[in-house]
């Protein structure tokens, strides 16, 4: 959204400007206005408005003087120039600072206004392509060079950066797993009050976020819009896959040198998993937090471990705050591998966002002690399902759809405890109905088989004699 004032000493011109429709065709849904120079220096000064209608003729100040003013404030400012003098020298001046656009003031029409509205909204995508490109390119040899030359022209001003890492069940096993973020859901970050200034992906699974502060926001305002961003980008990582973001937070920063100690802080975070989950996380925070070593019960191997081993760790890491590095997981990813169910950890993950190395444990410590509990509900479920279901055309793929769990996952679980398969617990649930039907129902046959699940007659045929030994109507005549 762009930000216009309109400059003019006559107010019905103004009024007649601002009444004209393309405005929020290009999207300037807000448009400020003053008719003296002094007014208009205010506002500006406040707002650094994206584009500038400004009227040459005015008392005071005119309009070349006050656009040089303008430019010198925010160099970035689009201006347009209207007078009802077409004198070459007052376009010449006005092109020597800088400025490109011109209307005839009393000759504005509305397809004028949208030719020139046009122009500058190319103007301002491209030069924004072009910035972005810049400042995605300079966080990126920041953050992997720590190399503080190449600013971008504009430099950095009341800058903040926010670090995304992606945490689960996966990364701490070292599986592959595709997951992305687009850069555009940042672009069109719809909070007034900050812009991004760069969004780049650092490393596999951590994202780099470089925004700035509008220059007449507040401290109690900076509180507000972080929480908000930090919302969004909660919410666009949910969308973009099943890992869950672990959000690092810098200070206000206004200097380059600033920005390059807090990346070389965070590439040990980027690399680790936070042992207690704390989310976000502020630059004040990061250096209380101790590396915690791969070697976690000397002369014990992870095959060895055992339910009171995890009690143990899970104690530890109640006496501070830990970071453990990705490559120190090893003994944990062996023990996890081995010992817990993997696909239980994937549904743990799916509900309770795992992201810290304490829920994984807790997790891991509740299969091993009270697993058979957990799946038994899950078991049970399915169980109802198919009693409710049992004359639809049901499966397992089906059933685990409706649970929100993996097919794979409900038939492991479900075998493990129930000693057969779903396919084979359908089928028997529906000849357990069958005989039932058969002994209390004066129906016919192939009236029962459709009532229970059945295709076919004959298919319900085959299968109760395969099943019992013997034909439905030999089972009916027993009664």
Request: net charge neutral; glycine share 4%.
């Amino acid at each position: 959204m762009s930000k216009v004032l309109i400059v003019d000493d006559e107010i019905l011109s103004i009024e007649y400007l601002k009444s004209l429709p393309s405005w929020r065709k290009y999207g300037c849904f807000r448009i400020d206005s003053a008719w003296i120079s002094t007014k208009a220096l205010e506002c500006f000064r406040k707002e650094r408005h994206t584009i500038v209608f400004m009227d040459i003729r005015m008392p005071g100040m005119d309009g070349l003087s006050l656009s040089r003013e303008f430019l010198r404030i925010c160099p970035e400012t689009i201006i347009v120039i209207m007078t009802a003098w077409q004198e070459f020298e007052y376009i010449k001046e006005a092109m020597q600072i800088g400025v490109k656009h011109f209307l005839v003031k009393h000759e504005i029409t509305e397809e004028k206004l949208d030719d020139v509205l046009k122009k500058i909204t190319e103007e301002i995508q491209w030069r924004r392509n072009y910035e972005s490109v810049l400042w995605n390119n300079w966080m990126r040899s920041i953050w992997e060079s720590g190399s503080v030359e190449n600013v971008p022209e504009q430099g950095m001003q009341n800058c903040f950066m926010v670090l995304i890492t992606m945490r689960g069940v996966s990364v701490v096993l070292g599986e592959e797993q595709d997951f992305s973020v687009s850069e555009a859901h940042f672009r069109d970050l719809d909070i007034p009050q900050i812009k991004v200034k760069a969004f780049s992906r650092l490393e596999r699974f951590t994202y780099g976020v470089l925004c700035e502060y509008d220059s007449c926001i507040s401290e109690q305002e900076q509180q507000s819009v972080r929480e908000a961003l930090l919302s969004y980008v909660e919410k666009i990582c949910r969308e973009s896959g099943e890992l869950k973001p672990v959000l690092y937070l810098s200070g206000l920063k206004t200097d380059v040198r600033e920005l390059t100690d807090f990346c070389a802080l965070l590439k040990r975070f980027s690399k680790g998993v936070l042992w207690q989950r704390k989310n976000p996380v502020f630059e004040m925070d990061l250096p209380q937090y101790k590396e915690i070593k791969s070697d976690f019960f000397p002369g014990k191997k992870p095959e060895e471990w055992d339910t009171s081993d995890l009690r143990k760790l899970l104690m530890k890491g109640k006496q501070g705050q830990y970071l453990v590095g990705l490559e120190q997981l090893n003994p944990l990813k062996t023990f996890l591998m081995r010992k817990v169910d993997r696909d239980f950890l994937k549904e743990q993950e799916k509900r309770a966002g795992m992201v810290s190395l304490e829920q994984i444990l807790r997790a891991s410590l509740r299969f091993l002690e009270e697993g058979g509990i957990q799946k038994s509900r899950i078991v049970q479920q399915a169980i109802e399902y198919i009693r409710m279901h049992y004359q639809e055309d049901i499966s397992s793929p089906l059933i685990a759809d409706a649970l929100r769990i993996s097919d794979g996952y409900l038939r492991t679980v479900f075998k493990k405890e129930q000693s057969c398969t779903i396919k084979d617990y359908i089928l028997q649930y529906r000849i357990d109905r069958a005989k039932e039907l058969l002994q209390k129902d004066e129906r016919k046959i192939y009236e029962i088989a459709a009532m229970c699940g059945f295709l076919s007659s004959q298919h319900f045929s085959r299968v109760f004699r395969q099943v019992t030994g013997m034909t439905p109507g030999e089972y009916k005549q027993q009664k």
